[in-house]
C-alpha cells in the first residue's frame, strides 16, 4: 500500500525533516508501510470497480453504512480512510472521524457511551456530509457489542454513517449487514505487487534482482503490507534482495527444493522426495510451512501433467487437513510424499508374487 507518487517524496522530505529538526544522528524512519500509505484513493491499488465507487461517494457526498470484507493487507483500511480525507477534507477530518480498531475497548459500554456521544456531536460539515465511524477489524467485536449499535445507527444516521472492515464478513451479525452496502475486496495480483514494489524499490534506492521480485511476490500471496515488510527487512538485513535473502527473511521452504521433491514424486523416485523433504525437516521447518509451500508449488508447476496436479493438489489437501487437526509429524508428511510417489507408478509395481 503505498502514497501517491507526486505526494510520496514530500512526505518522505517532511519525515527527515522532522529528524534533522530534532537534531538526532540517525534518521529514524516511518516503516514503509506506514511511509507509502496512500492519501488519496487514486493511490490505492486494485480492486478497481470498488475504489471507483469510493470515488463516486467521496465526490457526490451521501455515504451509505458500508462493510468492506477481504483478506488482511489488501486496502480496506486505507481506502476507508482515503474516503473519509477526500469526503470530509483536512479541516472536518479530526473532528468528524471516530476510529476504533481491534486494539481498542469495544464493548458493549464503548457503543453505548462512547460512539452514541461521538454521534450526538455536533461538527460543521459542507452539506450532504457525515460524520464517519470506523469500526476496524469489526468481526472481532462481540455480538452483544454490535446488537447495540443497531438502534444507534438508525437513530443517527441522519448526521452519522458506519464503516465496517472485517476480514469475514459472515461474522458480522445479520442485523447489521442488512442496515450496510457490502464490498468485497480481493487479492492483489502478482502485477499490481511488482509495480508497487518497484516504485518503492525505486524511492528507497534498494537493489533488487529479478528473482528478489519473484520471491517477494511469491511470499505474499497477495498481501501488499506482507510483501512491503518483507522487502523493507530483506533490504535492512543484507542490503540487496535477491530470493535466497527474501527466504531467510520470511523462514518458509525455498520453493526450488519443494519443487524438486514434487518433481521427483511425479517420477517415482521416492527416496529422492523422502532425502529432499528430510532436509527441509532438519533445517526446522514446521510441517505447516512445508506442506503449504508443496500446495502453492504443485498449483503453478507447469511439467505436471493435468492429472497429476489434480490428484497431487487433492493428496496434499488431506494431508494440509490432518496437520491442522493437530498431527503435525514427519510421519504424516513422508506419508503424504509416498502417497504422490504412487500416483504416477504402474499398478503392476503394487501386485504381490505369486
Not at 150 to 160: D, F, G, K, P, Q
Request: proline letters at 3%; glycine letters at 6%.
Amino acid at each position: 500500500m503505498v502514497q501517491p507518487e507526486q505526494g510520496e517524496s514530500s512526505s518522505a522530505a517532511r519525515n527527515g525533516s522532522k529528524a534533522s529538526a530534532n537534531g538526532s544522528a540517525t534518521n529514524f524512519e516511518l516503516p514503509w508501510v506506514e511511509k507509502y500509505r496512500p492519501v488519496y484513493l487514486d493511490d490505492v491499488v486494485g480492486n478497481t470497480e470498488t475504489i471507483a465507487r469510493l470515488k463516486i461517494i467521496a465526490k457526490d457526498g451521501n455515504m451509505p453504512h458500508m462493510i468492506i470484507s477481504g483478506m488482511p493487507g489488501i486496502g480496506k483500511t486505507t481506502s476507508i480512510l482515503c474516503l473519509a480525507r477526500q469526503m470530509l477534507g483536512g479541516a472536518a477530518y479530526k473532528e468528524a472521524v471516530l476510529e476504533l480498531n481491534a486494539s481498542d475497548e469495544r464493548g458493549i459500554d464503548v457503543v453505548r457511551n462512547r460512539i452514541k456521544a461521538f454521534a450526538q456531536k455536533k461538527v460543521t460539515l459542507p452539506p450532504g456530509r457525515h460524520k464517519l465511524v470506523i469500526l476496524d477489524e469489526a468481526d472481532s467485536m462481540t455480538a452483544g457489542a454490535q446488537q447495540a449499535l443497531r438502534r444507534t445507527m438508525e437513530i443517527y444516521s441522519a448526521t452519522t454513517r458506519f464503516a465496517f472492515a472485517c476480514n469475514q464478513s459472515n461474522k458480522i451479525i445479520e442485523a447489521l449487514q442488512s442496515r450496510c452496502a457490502i464490498l468485497r475486496y480481493a487479492r492483489l495480483t502478482d502485477a499490481q505487487l511488482v509495480r508497487r514494489l518497484r516504485h518503492i524499490c525505486e524511492a528507497e534506492r534498494v537493489d533488487v534482482t529479478d528473482d528478489g521480485m519473484a520471491a517477494l511476490v511469491f511470499s505474499a500471496e497477495g498481501d501488499m503490507r506482507q510483501a512491503v515488510n518483507n522487502l523493507q527487512s530483506t533490504a535492512a538485513g543484507f542490503g540487496i534482495v535477491n530470493g535466497d535473502n527474501v527466504f531467510k527473511v520470511v523462514d518458509s521452504p525455498h520453493p526450488v527444493k519443494v519443487q524438486a521433491m514434487v518433481r521427483a514424486c511425479y517420477e517415482g523416485k521416492v527416496e529422492v522426495a523422502l532425502e529432499t523433504l528430510q532436509e527441509l525437516w532438519d533445517l526446522g521447518y514446521s510441517s505447516h510451512d512445508i506442506i503449504s509451500t508443496m500446495f502453492r508449488v504443485t498449483k503453478s508447476m507447469d511439467s505436471l501433467s493435468e492429472h497429476s496436479k489434480l490428484e497431487f493438489i487433492r493428496e496434499i489437501g488431506f494431508t494440509h487437513m490432518r496437520i491442522l487437526e493437530g498431527v503435525q509429524t514427519l510421519l504424516q508428511l513422508s506419508g503424504c510424499v509416498a502417497r504422490l510417489c504412487k500416483i504416477n507408478m504402474k499398478p503392476d509395481a503394487f501386485v504381490l508374487p505369486k
